[in-house]
């Protein structure tokens, strides 16, 4: 098993329990961590036996931005879902979504959530 990783993939959505949140929008990060086995493609330089993670990319900024979600947990449990259907090499993704910017009446950095799912 190999994994490609997608590290602080930038996204501007408008996700939030608050109104404000999805009114204003904000600015979400991800990181992808895809299991897979490139042996093929590796051995054989060929880009199309292995994931494409320019197609990865445009997919999550897609999915990030086609509906508005109330937690970053369901955008994270989606997200991994959705990937491992769109992209079946898949084996085994870990995704995790940071929301910068949170209205938590004090001061922190980010809030993140983590999904690990597994093909069958």
Known sequence: MHVIRIKNATFYAYHGAKQEEQNIGG???????????????????????????????????????????????????????ALLKEFPQIKKVVVRIRKNSVPVGGVLDYVEAEVTKENE
């Open 27 to 81: 600015k979400f990060e991800a990181d992808i961590d895809i299991h897979t086995d490139f042996t093929e493609a590796a051995v054989n330089d060929d880009l199309k036996k292995t994931i494409n993670y320019e197609k990865v990319y445009r997919f999550m900024n897609k999915f990030v931005n086609e509906r508005k979600y109330f937690l970053i947990e369901t955008i994270a449990y989606r997200l991994a879902d």
